[in-house]
């Protein structure tokens, strides 16, 4: 089965609601890395997040390892946060290899 | 700052016909250079790994003869996609690391291929 499984599969939201985009793992970890998918398809590092809490702007990453899993959480949201978010592990034998999740689509309705 | 150029960003091949792509770490050496590959509608999967020191590491469904990778020096890397059908098509993604254990990967803008 799939070793990363991030939820839901698509959320849409009113602007100013806050976000909530989950990330489940069933694999040791090593680390644990936000994106946002440009429409273009280009990828922005949003975290860089093994383990503990992140905070950059509005948004926040929380990664628990014993529970095997990782969050991020976008408050406030805007119209311009709406695009995919994918989460991408990389198992603790595993130099360099990523293992992304199927991404969250997330639309913000102005 | 650390940065992955990608070259060409956007190419078109006609089917059965190969295409080379390039990319570049900029800023600091790349102890790991990574080809991913996103189909439609598909996330992000990986093609081959390159370490320091190590021979590159082809993913079970891809192999070396379909997708030959040249890693020269730790700041540049190439692949070549030979005799490209429409399952090829995609964006791929080089990702380049600058560190051992617990380290960021950056990745370029992407190649998009289209095979007509």
């Known amino acids: 089965g799939q070793q990363v499984q991030q939820s839901p599969a698509s959320l849409v939201l009113q602007e100013g609601e806050n976000a909530e985009l989950q990330c489940n793992f069933s694999t040791s970890l090593n680390s644990m890395q936000w994106f946002y998918q440009r429409p273009g398809g280009s990828l922005v590092s949003l975290f860089y997040n093994p383990s503990g809490t992140k905070h950059s702007g509005r948004l926040t990453s929380t990664t628990v390892i014993k529970e095997r899993r990782s969050s991020l959480h976008i408050s406030s949201s805007q119209t311009t946060d709406s695009g995919t978010y994918l989460c991408?592990?990389?198992?603790?034998?595993?130099?360099?290899?990523?293992?992304f999740g199927q991404g969250t689509k997330l639309s913000i309705k102005p | 700052g650390a940065l992955v150029y990608q070259y060409p960003r956007r190419t078109i091949c006609k089917s059965g016909t190969s295409m080379r792509m390039e990319c570049q770490a900029v800023g600091f050496q790349a102890t790991s250079v990574a080809w991913y590959r996103q189909s439609p509608q598909k996330t992000f999967e990986l093609i081959a790994l390159?370490?320091?020191?190590?021979?590159?590491?082809?993913e079970q469904n891809f192999t070396q003869e379909k997708f030959p990778i040249s890693h020269p020096n730790l700041s540049f890397s190439s692949m070549t996609v030979l005799n490209a059908y429409l399952e090829d098509r995609g964006l791929y993604l080089c990702?380049?690391?600058?560190?051992?254990?617990?380290?960021?990967?950056?990745f370029g803008p992407g190649t998009r291929l289209t095979v007509l």
């Open positions: 390159s370490t320091v020191n190590s021979a590159i590491k082809y």
């Open positions: 990702g380049a690391r600058a560190g051992q254990n617990y380290a960021e990967q950056f």
């Open positions: 991408a592990l990389e198992r603790d034998y595993n130099q360099g290899k990523l293992i």
